[in-house]
Structure formats: C-alpha cells, structure tokens
C-alpha cells in the first residue's frame, strides 16, 4: 500500500501559486514555462489530425451496412455528444493547464477513486482504440498488396503495433512537423475524392444516385451505429491536454475543441452520402472495413482507389500512433499521483522517453490487435471514454457548486448547467447502445479499475490538488 505522508497531495500549493498564466506563457512552479505558440489554426489541426481516420477509412461500410444512408444521422449524434463534452472540457482545462487531460479533471474535481477508474479507463481505452486503428491498418495493407487473408491482416497490425511503440521508445524528433505534413496530404486526398463524389451525385452532369431509402432498416440502428462511430470523436480532447501552450485559451481552446468536432462531423457525413449514392448500403455491407476504397474505385477507377488507400494507411497508423503516445501519458500521469507504481514514470535517460509507460501501452495495443475484433475494439474504446465524457461533466458542475479558491477558468461554459447535464446524460446513455459483448468487456475494465484503486491507492487523496 502507498503510504499517506507520500502520497497525499492536498497540502500542495493551490493553482494560483503554483501556475502563472499569462496569454504568453504558462509558468509553472517548478520552474517549467510552456511558452503559447498554438493557435486557433494549430489547435483545430490537433483535433483534426487525430479524428481524422476511422470515421472515413473504417467506418463508411459497417455503419452503412447497419443503418443505411441514416447512418449519416449517427455521425450527427456522436458529433453533438462530442460538443456537448467539449464546453465542459473547455472550460476545465482553462482552469487546470495541465497534461493528463479528462483524467486530470476527473481526480481534481471529484476525488481518487473516480480519478482512478476514469485514469486506467482512459489508458485502457486509448489501448483498444489503437488496436482498432491497426486492425484497420491491416486491412488497407492487405488490399493495397492484393492478400485476402484475415492472418495477413491481423500479423500486420501485430507488427505495425510492434513498430510504432519500438519507435516512441526510442524518441520521434520532428514528430510534429511529420504528423502537420501527415494531416495536410490526408486533407487534400479527402477533399478532392469528397467533392468528385458529391458533384457525381447531385452536381449538373452528375450520374444520380442509388435509388435507396434513407433508413432502410428502420431507425432503431441509428443509436446502435451512434455507439459504435462515437470512436471516430475520441480525438478533441487531446487539444485539452496541451491548454498550457494555446494562445488567448479563453477564446481558442473552446473554438478549437468545437471547430474540430464540426470540421470532421462534416467530413463524415459527407461520406456517408457519397458512399451510399455511389454504391448502396447493401454493397457497403459486403465491402467490410475497406469500403470507402470500392467506392473510390467506383468512381475515379484504379487511380482513385490506390490514393484512398494510401490515405487509409496514413490515417490508420497515424491515428494509432497518437492513441499509442496519449495512452502512455495516461499512465505516466497515473505514475506521477502514484495510483500507479512510481516505476512507471520512469524516463528513459538515452532517449528521454517514459519507457515502462510506452511499454504498458504498446504490449496491450499488439495483444488487442492480434484478437482482430474490429466492432468489439471500437466500441470498447467508445465505452471508456463515453464514461470519462461523462465524468467531465459531472467534475464540472462538482467543481461550480463547491469551487475550490484556486479555480478560476478563462472559459465559462455556456448555458451552464443545462451544457453539463446534457452532455453527462448523453454520454452514458450511448453505451446503452452498444453491443453486450463490448458492454461487459468495458464494464469489466471499471471494476477492475475500481478493485485496483481500493487494493493500491486507497490513501491517495487528489480532490482538491493541483
């Protein structure tokens, strides 16, 4: 057990000695100074470049195949569940600029235990997500070498995970400008075969559409497919986990959080129209995880085809690489309140990595992909963090009723509190949603959470410490 006098972080500083903002710096007391060099055009690109990815390359054909072209209104609900969140979180992280994100908030606002479930939830839940991300990246492989083999699929998700944590081990200098050029390529592959699809489905020489029902199967797998896409939103919260460095946070944070919700909201839907005009939802269902490069080829043949797949393999381990990045920060943040071993935040010294942090990361990633349950990883991801969604909210209002002295946020939610309440509400409402298998799986996970906090760090005490 971790003893009291070690770990008991209440008679720490407040935030109003500890952290000095300014609209240039953010100046920390153990003499770290975050100097804001992020905009609201970079903070929007973070949220962009990280959602961007199984929305479009994964999703179009599963989603498709279970709601038909309503499956666009499923995009819809996630995106304004994920906004919903993002005010709440706006407001949080303007108040904590601190790394650890929705985790961070949880602990300070509403204490240990909520903090612990909701930090392993986020670490596990960014685990299952990259494991879904490489999955999918060994489907664009395979069709891009021409294999039709679930074990090709699999071994290359298993290796590609291998790689990217041997990779994040061993330092990534310049990862930023990679991932900027990245996203930029992404964008412009996205954009250009969107706006073909939407001129040859409605434009002036356009070749129509499928004839099809907007809900074929009825409406009842909207919400169902709502739970299950909410995967593809997973990424604006990352904005929150760099607040200390964007300019005028008050204005950019929430603009960037909500201008990358809707920004990709709309991608999303657009492709779901495109991918159903061009080829029905029926076909969309038989063409499985790579769906969107059928329809590429549909529509700008072979040439069209080998850029979307291209672009798939980018956003997939793109995205599975950030998941890998983010779910190491989970744990090294865990370390750090030690309701995880000390060990854990350990740094590499040659490379300056959180090495036993990566490795708890990246050895779970490859174990998970390995299984190749594309629906089952997804809407686990989607479950762990549905619920830290919700806890946000409820921090939120936890930290209104009963604000410590040190809380003074830049941002204010608006509508307060009808914003938190809804957003909280909805988050858990979605897992009601999702498949049972992905329900006790996700279920599991919390009370594990929950047994390990009373095992290891029922001593701790965070509420309140910043």
Same mark, same amino acid.
């Given at each position: 057990?971790?003893?009291?006098?070690?770990? #008991?972080?209440?008679?720490?500083?407040?935030?109003?000695? /500890?952290?000095?903002?300014?609209?240039?710096?953010?100046?920390?007391?153990? /003499?770290?100074?975050?100097?804001?060099?992020?905009?609201?055009?970079?903070?929007?690109?973070?949220?962009?470049?990280?959602?961007?990815?199984?929305?479009?390359?994964?999703?179009?054909?599963?989603?498709?195949?279970?709601?038909?072209?309503?499956?666009?209104?499923?995009?819809?609900?996630?995106?304004?569940?994920?906004?919903?969140?993002?005010?709440?979180?706006?407001?949080?992280?303007?108040?904590?600029?601190?790394?650890?994100?929705?985790?961070?908030?949880?602990?300070?606002?509403?204490?240990?235990?909520?903090?612990?479930?909701?930090?392993?939830?986020?670490?596990?839940?960014?685990?299952?997500? @990259?494991?879904?991300?490489? *999955?999918?990246?060994?489907?664009?492989?395979?069709? &891009?070498?021409?294999?039709?083999?679930?074990?090709?699929?699999?071994?290359?998700?298993? *290796?590609?995970?291998?790689?990217?944590?041997?990779?994040?081990?061993?330092?990534?200098? #310049?990862?930023?400008?990679?991932?900027?050029?990245?996203?930029?390529?992404?964008?412009?592959?996205?954009? @250009?075969?969107?706006?073909?699809?939407?001129? #040859?489905?409605?434009?002036?020489?356009?070749?129509?559409?499928?004839?099809?029902?907007?809900?074929?199967?009825?409406?009842?797998?909207?919400?169902?497919?709502?739970?299950?896409?909410?995967? @593809?939103?997973?990424?604006?919260?990352?904005? %929150?986990?760099?607040?200390?460095?964007?300019?005028?946070?008050?204005? #950019?944070?929430?603009?960037?959080?909500?201008?990358?919700?809707?920004?990709?909201?709309?991608?999303?839907?657009?492709?779901?129209?495109?991918?159903?005009? %061009?080829?029905?939802?029926?076909?969309?269902?038989?063409?499985?995880?790579?769906?969107?490069?059928?329809?590429?080829?549909?529509?700008?043949?072979?040439?069209? %085809?080998?850029?979307?797949?291209?672009?798939?393999?980018?956003?997939?381990?793109?995205? %599975?690489?950030?998941?890998?990045?983010?779910?190491?920060?989970?744990?090294?943040?865990?370390?750090?309140?030690?309701?995880?071993?000390?060990?854990?935040?350990?740094?590499?010294?040659?490379?300056?990595?959180?090495?036993?942090?990566?490795?708890?990361?990246?050895?779970?990633?490859?174990?998970?992909?390995?299984?190749?349950?594309?629906?089952?990883?997804?809407? *686990?991801?989607?479950?762990?963090? &549905? *619920?830290?969604?919700?806890?946000?909210?409820?921090?939120?209002?936890?930290?209104?009723?009963?604000?410590?002295?040190?809380?003074?946020?830049?941002?204010?939610?608006?509508?307060?509190?009808?914003?938190?309440?809804?957003?909280?509400?909805?988050?858990?409402?979605?897992?009601?949603?999702?498949?049972?298998?992905?329900?006790?799986?996700?279920?599991?996970?919390?009370?594990?959470?929950?047994?390990?906090?009373?095992?290891?760090? /029922?001593?701790?005490?965070?509420?309140?410490?910043?």
């Amino acid at each position: 057990m971790v003893e009291p006098s070690d770990t #008991n972080l209440e008679d720490e500083s407040p935030v109003t000695g /500890d952290v000095e903002e300014t609209d240039e710096a953010t100046k920390h007391g153990d /003499d770290v100074e975050l100097e804001r060099t992020i905009g609201l055009t970079g903070a929007v690109s973070i949220g962009v470049g990280t959602m961007i990815g199984a929305g479009i390359f994964v999703f179009p054909g599963i989603a498709a195949g279970r709601a038909g072209p309503a499956a666009s209104a499923s995009f819809i609900i996630g995106a304004v569940v994920a906004l919903l969140v993002a005010l709440p979180a706006s407001e949080l992280a303007t108040a904590m600029p601190r790394s650890g994100g929705g985790y961070y908030f949880i602990s300070r606002g509403m204490g240990t235990f909520a903090g612990t479930v909701v930090g392993i939830g986020l670490w596990l839940g960014l685990v299952f997500a @990259s494991a879904f991300y490489l *999955v999918g990246f060994g489907e664009y492989l395979a069709v &891009l070498v021409g294999v039709e083999s679930s074990g090709f699929v699999i071994g290359s998700a298993v *290796v590609a995970g291998v790689v990217l944590t041997g990779v994040s081990l061993t330092g990534t200098e #310049n990862a930023a400008k990679i991932q900027n050029v990245v996203v930029a390529v992404l964008l412009s592959i996205l954009v @250009s075969f969107l706006a073909y699809g939407v001129i #040859n489905a409605v434009g002036p020489f356009s070749a129509g559409t499928v004839p099809e029902r907007y809900a074929p199967f009825g409406y009842a797998p909207v919400l169902s497919t709502a739970a299950l896409v909410f995967t @593809s939103y997973l990424g604006f919260a990352q904005i %929150a986990t760099v607040a200390g460095e964007i300019k005028k946070p008050s204005r #950019n944070l929430p603009l960037g959080m909500v201008g990358s919700v809707v920004a990709v909201g709309v991608m999303y839907v657009v492709t779901v129209f495109v991918a159903t005009s %061009a080829v029905g939802s029926e076909t969309l269902r038989g063409y499985g995880e790579t769906a969107i490069v059928e329809v590429a080829r549909e529509l700008l043949g072979t040439t069209g %085809a080998l850029a979307v797949v291209g672009a798939g393999l980018l956003a997939t381990v793109s995205s %599975a690489n950030a998941s890998v990045l983010a779910s190491s920060r989970a744990v090294y943040a865990l370390s750090r309140d030690a309701l995880l071993p000390r060990r854990a935040a350990d740094v590499n010294l040659r490379y300056g990595t959180p090495h036993i942090a990566l490795a708890l990361a990246g050895g779970p990633v490859v174990l998970l992909a390995s299984t190749g349950r594309v629906e089952v990883l997804a809407e *686990v991801a989607s479950f762990l963090h &549905l *619920v830290m969604y919700g806890l946000i909210c409820f921090a939120l209002i936890a930290l209104r009723r009963s604000p410590p002295d040190w809380y003074e946020p830049r941002f204010r939610t608006p509508l307060y509190p009808v914003v938190p309440i809804v957003g909280g509400v909805a988050s858990f409402a979605l897992i009601y949603y999702m498949q049972t298998a992905s329900k006790i799986v996700g279920s599991l996970v919390m009370v594990a959470a929950g047994g390990w906090c009373f095992y290891y760090a /029922d001593d701790v005490s965070l509420r309140g410490a910043v």
